[in-house]
């Protein structure tokens, strides 16, 4: 199909609330084929005719709501893998020595330094509110269902890990812990806050990349 009538499509889309750049690609292919279709049926039928009957071809409103979810959940599912793969980095040469040079700062910390982890704990959870206004501001105007949505998953692997595995219990008796455990626990929520900081730049990234066409 010719790029005026897939811009067409692009623009039709969004006019029909498929906002992100990322879903209307999931999505225009569907439509190209049943606009296809409906003009091999009928050869003299206008174009914005064809592209009227390919929607109503979805089921109308609430069949074209569906395919929308549909298209989400494919990003979605893309979104999930883009965060795995920023974990694994932290794991995989030459980001290894990060994690390395974390632990190795934490470990000195508790070693040496007779303060207490909650305040440490207080400073990274206000550091992580601190990154999600940014993140929240970066991401305000983006045109990628990516990259919003993987910020907002990685704000509940934040979540989970300050709040669920310990966090209330390192607030309130840390003397508890060992400088291992407690090297291990705040070494990976200090990669997970770079992690989020870089999520704005790399989920864009990744969009651009896997949405060459339409980016």
């Known amino acids: 199909m010719e790029n005026s009538k ?16 990322d879903v209307q690609a999931e999505l225009i292919d569907h439509f190209a084929t049943a606009v296809e279709k409906a003009e091999k049926e009928n050869p003299n039928i206008p174009f914005k005719e064809a592209l009227i009957k390919a929607h109503r071809a979805f089921g109308g409103r609430e069949g074209f709501r569906k395919y929308i979810e549909a298209a989400e959940t494919r990003v979605t599912k893309k979104t999930f893998a ?18 390395f040079s974390f632990a190795a700062m934490w470990y000195w910390l ?14 990274i959870m206000l550091a992580f509110i601190g990154v999600v206004l940014r993140n929240t501001f970066t991401l305000r105007n983006s045109n990628f269902f990516l990259a919003k949505k993987t910020s907002r998953s990685l704000g509940w692997v934040a979540y989970l890990l300050l709040y669920l595995p310990g966090g209330n219990t390192i607030l309130f008796s840390a003397d508890t812990f060992s400088p291992i455990f407690l090297t291990i626990y705040f ?3 200090t990669l997970a806050l770079v992690a989020f900081w870089r999520i704005p730049h790399l989920a864009t990234q990744e969009a651009r990349k896997l949405y060459p066409e339409i980016a």
């Open 6 to 21: 897939l811009n067409a499509i692009q623009t039709y889309l969004f006019n029909n609330g498929v906002e992100y750049y």
């Open 82 to 99: 883009l965060i795995g793969h920023t974990f694994v980095r932290f794991v995989s040469w030459p980001y290894l020595v990060i994690t």
């Open 110 to 123: 508790f070693q040496n330094l007779f303060i207490q982890p909650r305040y440490y704990f207080v400073l």
């Open 187 to 189: 070494t990976i929520l």
